[in-house]
């Protein structure tokens, strides 16, 4: 089932510029202090009693445990640097100034009054000047943002600069930086992506879309989800609201108008949710918001019973497209934003190219173009696409890989040179496209100036490229041990420039058989002493010469069968010179290690 969040900042552009301006260290106490008070000296003097342990004179039987006259007879007979302070006795007395000087003045000067502040708002700060942020619209300056102060003082996003500035004299007016918070909104969707949910997506000017299908129970629960994301925002100094739907646009209209900070509606129940929320919910453009006002259309609701037809005529279709949205009667697709931005080049023919001549020579400059950004994010390429778009609309892609991240240019292109033939040119390739999907870092190496004579170890890398060009990435490998007894796993399969561990000191096979292959006709003297003659596959094989046994016991850790199973080894060489490497099932003395049979598990060189 489908679960999106909207989540909306509402005083997105004022608190980004607040937080730009706050201060590197944490805001005093003592700054939020009102600037009639006066300071009062809390600390007389140094103690002469540590305040880590022991009797503090003045900590409770100054409060009143004792008698009044009695506690201060004994509060005036201690010398003066031990005596308790007016606060922790719980008493204080300060200078104030006059109330009247606090007012504002009636002859224009500067006001010293400070604006009201709701007690919502103490964020802010405690005698804060009104702030807007205003846009240049035409001929004249628009609000975009105010804060809560200016909200409380009447001032609106959308009024005229000039209108504010009349309204309020000492207003505090600022320029709007959209570019700073839709970039601040890509970075807070890259957050969401690596840390919430893989699918997260900038919503307007002022929130995200999260997709959280499937993802919220990896916080404990959607509502847990919503306290998470508040509680880090507000860490950051942002107000948000959040609601969660199982469409888009009831998310995004609940989060706006739902008047609640959390919001999770139950699945199926979008209609009936929004159905008191004003049109405006549904993202309609202003002029669509006006013609709807003239027919009386005030609630989302309004639209349910009427006609699509007449509806789509007097609203336009963009209306009929966001209800049906916001109920779920038609799919609202996300566009996630993506994590990382993979390098690409692009070339745009001015004529179609058929030959492979030519589109070698694309390939080369789009080369060219792609290791010139690699080289600039100091990114190293490990797959390349080429995507070739014939005149029909067809495309045509071809993949190269590389054993180790690379910018060399010329290895890349005989590596395409190799695989051009595949590309069906049609009748002709108008649009080419290179991109590198998958990069690693690839930083500068210091070289040696050879003087001292050393010798450094070629790099293989562009001959393993070349050689997994032609027979296949799969036919390249290497094999490395495995810590094990039991040989099938001692050993597996790994890339070509892995560095593989160490062998153990005993002899092994070139060639193991993935799974060990039964003999008959085996003609073995037990318990010690290799076969005489076998067959295998079909062919009697008689040894001449025989070296064993290597006794191997089975990981009983493994399995509860092989906690008595034994295997015993033999090297042995035929009459005709083949080596084979045999096994017995058993020790030849107890049954339950083994029931006795032959096995050739692997071939020597």
């Not at 103490?122 to 035409?138: F, K, M, T």
């Not at 019973?305 to 007449?310: E, I, K, L, V, Y």
């Not at 039964?518 to 073995?524: R, Y």
């Not at 596959?537 to 010469?545: D, I, L, N, Q």
């Amino acid at each position: 089932m489908t679960r999106v969040a909207s989540l909306y900042l509402p005083q997105l552009p004022i608190e980004r510029l607040r937080r730009l301006e706050r201060p590197s260290a944490p805001l005093d106490a003592a700054a939020l202090v009102p600037r009639f008070s006066q300071a009062i000296d809390d600390d007389p003097g140094a103690c002469s009693v540590p305040r880590g342990g022991g009797w503090r004179p003045g900590a409770r039987w100054a409060q009143g445990a004792l008698g009044l006259a009695s506690a201060q007879a004994d509060i005036d007979a201690l010398p003066a640097h031990q005596r308790p302070t007016m606060r922790e006795m719980g008493r204080r007395s300060e200078t104030a100034d006059h109330p009247f000087r606090a007012m504002a003045c009636d002859d224009g000067g500067p006001a010293g009054r400070p604006w009201p502040v709701h007690a919502a708002h103490r964020q802010y700060h405690l005698w804060a000047r009104p702030l807007v942020l205003i846009a240049r619209s035409g001929q004249r300056d628009i609000v975009t943002a105010a804060c809560p102060v200016a909200l409380d003082l009447g001032l609106r996003p959308g009024m005229a600069a000039a209108h504010a500035r009349a309204l309020i004299s000492d207003l505090d007016v600022r320029g709007a930086d959209r570019t700073a918070d839709a970039a601040w909104l890509d970075r807070l969707a890259l957050h969401a992506v690596r840390h919430w949910t893989p699918t997260a997506s900038a919503c307007d000017a002022d929130g995200l879309w999260l997709d959280l299908t499937g993802t919220t129970h990896l916080f404990g629960g959607e509502d847990r989800f919503c306290r998470r994301v508040l509680r880090f925002l507000d860490r950051l100094g942002f107000t948000a609201r959040i609601a969660i739907a199982a469409t888009p646009g009831a998310a995004h209209a609940l989060a706006r108008f739902g008047g609640h900070t959390v919001i999770i509606l139950p699945p199926r129940s979008e209609a009936q949710a929004i159905a008191d929320l004003p049109l405006a919910a549904l993202r309609l453009a202003a002029d669509t918001l006006a013609t709807a006002g003239r027919f009386g259309l005030e609630r989302i609701g309004d639209l349910y019973a009427m006609p699509r037809g007449p509806l789509a005529k007097r609203l336009g279709l963009k209306a009929v497209e966001r209800l049906d949205q916001a109920r779920g009667l038609v799919a609202e697709p996300i566009v996630p934003v993506a994590a990382f931005e993979e390098p690409r080049a692009e070339r745009r023919l001015l004529e179609p190219i058929v030959t492979a001549e030519a589109i070698n020579h694309v390939i080369g400059d789009l080369l060219t173009d792609l290791v010139h950004e690699l080289q600039g994010r100091r990114l190293g390429l490990r797959t390349a696409v080429l995507t070739c778009r014939r005149v029909d609309g067809i495309d045509q892609r071809i993949a190269v890989g590389t054993a180790r991240a690379t910018r060399d240019a010329k290895h890349l292109a005989r590596m395409f040179a190799m695989r051009v033939e595949r590309i069906d040119a049609g009748l002709g390739i108008e649009v080419m496209k290179l991109a590198a999907p998958r990069v690693e870092d690839l930083q500068p190496v210091a070289l040696g100036c050879g003087l001292l004579g050393t010798q450094h170890t070629p790099d293989v890398a562009p001959l393993i490229d070349q050689l997994a060009g032609r027979a296949g990435e799969e036919a390249l490998f290497r094999v490395s041990a495995i810590e094990s007894d039991v040989p099938e796993r001692a050993v597996r399969r790994t890339p070509p420039l892995a560095t593989t561990a160490g062998w153990p000191a005993w002899r092994r096979p070139v060639r193991l058989l993935h799974r060990p292959e039964l003999l008959t006709n085996v003609v073995a003297l037990l318990p010690d002493h290799p076969p005489r003659r076998f067959s295998w596959r079909g062919t009697p094989y008689r040894v001449s010469a025989g070296e064993g046994p290597e006794r191997i016991h089975g990981e009983w850790w493994r399995c509860s069968r092989e906690m008595w199973a034994v295997r015993d080894y033999f090297m042995v060489e035929t009459g005709g010179g083949e080596r084979f490497w045999l096994f017995r099932r058993g020790d030849g003395v107890d049954a339950p290690t083994g029931d006795l049979t032959w096995y050739l598990h692997g071939v020597f060189g």
